[in-house]
Structure formats: C-alpha cells, structure tokens
C-alpha cells in the first residue's frame, strides 16, 4: 500500500453532524503529520449522495490508501461494504451517526467533544480487528449490514417513519411507533437456522445481530459479538400492546432475553418468512419477502483502541446474557 490516508465525509450524517466531525478529523491528523506522528499524504472526499459517497469509496479503494477513514454513521459504512470489502483496506470509522451502534461494538470513542478527533486517530496508531459483516438475501437482491437485522414490529416502525411526510425529526419516529402500536398484530412468521426445515413461529419480532445493539443502544442481541463468525437471533414471541409496552424497559438493559416470552439462538445462516415482510438494517431498508440472512466472518478490518473497554469477547458476551 502507498502511505496516502483517505477522508470519506457523509456531511449529511447525523442531522448534519457529519460535517462538523470531519472538520475535527481532518484537522487531527493535520496536526499529527504536522508533529511527525505520520508522512502520509491526506486525501479528502465528500458524497453529496449515497451513490455518490458509493463511487468515492470505490475510487479511494482502488488507490489502495494506508487506511481509509469514514466520517459518518452505521447507515454511511454500511452503504459502501460492496466497495470495502475484501479490498484489504483497513477502515477508520469517525461515527457521526444517530445511533453509532457499530462503534459502541467496538468501543470506538463518539459521544465526547473530541470524539472525532480521537476516532481519526486510530488511522495512525489503530489496532486492525477483522469483524463480520452480515448479509440479507431477499427477493429485492443482497445487501450487507454491520450491526442488527431487524424484523417484525420494529422494521413496520421504521417502514412507516419513511413513509410519514410530518412531522419532523424524532417526533416522526414516535407518531410512527405509536401507529404500529395501534395496529399491532402477532407475526405468522416461519424461520429456520442453519439449514433446517422453516418451522412456525409466530411472533411479534426477529433480530438478527452481529452485533448488540441497535437504535443508539438498546442491546436487543445482548450477548452477539462482532467477530465471533455467528448471526446472535432474538425471537420475541406474540404480545398485546400493554405486555410489549412492559417490555421496553427491559430491552434498554438487555433484561428481556430473561422473559418467557424471548428466545435466543446462534447460527451461521437465519432464513425467516412471513407475510409482508420487510428488513431493516442499520437503519435502511435492506431486503423484503423471505430473507436468508447470513454471517461472513472477518470480512471487514476496522481500525480500533488498542485496548479497548468497549469490546467485549465472546466469552464475557456469553456470561453477560447467561
């Protein structure tokens, strides 16, 4: 690889967070060439669209860069996983998203005032940690997602965010939620885990995580870990509005794979199906009518703290849910 570093801005990324962020990226490592810290040659790139910030990824990749640092959210990495992956081009992720799910995997920094900055960093002095990427296979094609897959009641909310004109902002979210609470209808969904026949299972809602957490935290696959080679599956089975709303509470602390009501499993490849059935994946519309969701490990190298607090290993993943 030449010693170039490449800049990829989503300015666009969390309510125009993005841009703010790049800015103190980009002034990092500015200043650590300035001190010595690296010689590499700082190339900066801005999408004005997905398909645009699609192109440039690819661009950046073909000049094989030192590393290629993305400023923006899970949705921005996400977007450009066709051009990252398997390039061999290890990715600094500056999160400036709503959520950030994938750098809370990854104990990435992203919720202090020099965030950025420290996040730009790791394109210098980062450790590469080969994480998995998943892929969803649906009747619309293949797209590949990094944190949860999600199915049922909480892809319908998503599904009618979109499609709401008013109002704006968070609010869209909550009329959205409180429409598919009044609508809310048991899931005759049919699934099936590595290979085996699809079986009834009727439900409220499916993830389908590589990693925990989705939605800026909620832990809805509390013990999936990013590079375990294995898809983390919460089924939660039929609820009426009052025991989903009761539910809430212990999803914000990972308590609700604990209720009767939640099952768990691990596997390599989930195949589910049900009647208009649409997938959301960190946060975009990813797939619709049966979906064979699967994990491809190691398929993504992220730069990340050399001794991280927020990654957590497979064991400790495991005994945290246990």
Not at 25 to 46: D, K, Y
Not at 94 to 101: E, I, R
Not at 177 to 205: H, S
Request: a neutral charge.
């Amino acid at each position: 690889m030449t010693g170039h570093i490449v800049v990829l801005v989503n300015p666009s990324s969390g309510r125009g967070r993005g841009a703010e962020a790049a800015q103190r990226a980009v002034a990092r490592l500015r200043e650590l060439e300035a001190h010595g810290a690296h010689a590499a040659e700082l190339r900066v790139l801005s999408g004005d669209s997905v398909d645009d910030t699609r192109r440039l990824a690819g661009e950046a990749v073909a000049s094989k860069p030192r590393a290629l640092v993305i400023v923006g959210g899970d949705g921005t990495l996400s977007s450009v996983l066709d051009a990252v992956v398997g390039s061999g081009v290890p990715i600094a992720l500056v999160p400036a998203g709503t959520g950030n799910d994938l750098a809370r995997a990854l104990g990435l920094p992203f919720d202090a005032a020099d965030a950025a900055a420290e996040a730009a960093e790791l394109a210098v002095h980062g450790t590469p940690r080969a994480i998995d990427v998943g892929e969803v296979e649906s009747a619309t094609g293949t797209r590949r997602f990094l944190t949860v897959a999600a199915l049922g009641f909480d892809a319908h909310v998503s599904e009618r965010t979109n499609r709401l004109r008013w109002p704006s902002g968070r609010a869209r979210y909550y009329l959205a939620l409180v429409i598919e609470l009044a609508r809310l209808r048991p899931m005759p969904f049919e699934y099936g885990l590595d290979g085996q026949a699809l079986r009834a299972a009727p439900g409220t809602l499916i993830a389908v995580g590589s990693t925990r957490s989705y939605g800026g935290g909620m832990p809805v696959c509390p013990a999936a870990v990013p590079d375990d080679g294995l898809l983390d599956v919460t089924h939660v089975g039929p609820l009426g509005r009052a025991k989903l709303a009761r539910l809430f509470p212990l999803l914000l602390r990972g308590a609700h794979v604990e209720r009767p009501e939640v099952a768990t499993a691990q596997a390599k490849l989930v195949e589910v199906d049900a009647p208009g059935l649409v997938v959301y994946a960190d946060g975009e519309r990813v797939g619709s009518g049966r979906a064979r969701i699967r994990v491809v490990p190691g398929a993504l190298t992220v730069l990340v703290p050399a001794a991280s607090g927020g990654v957590v290993t497979a064991e400790a993943g495991r005994e945290a849910s246990a």
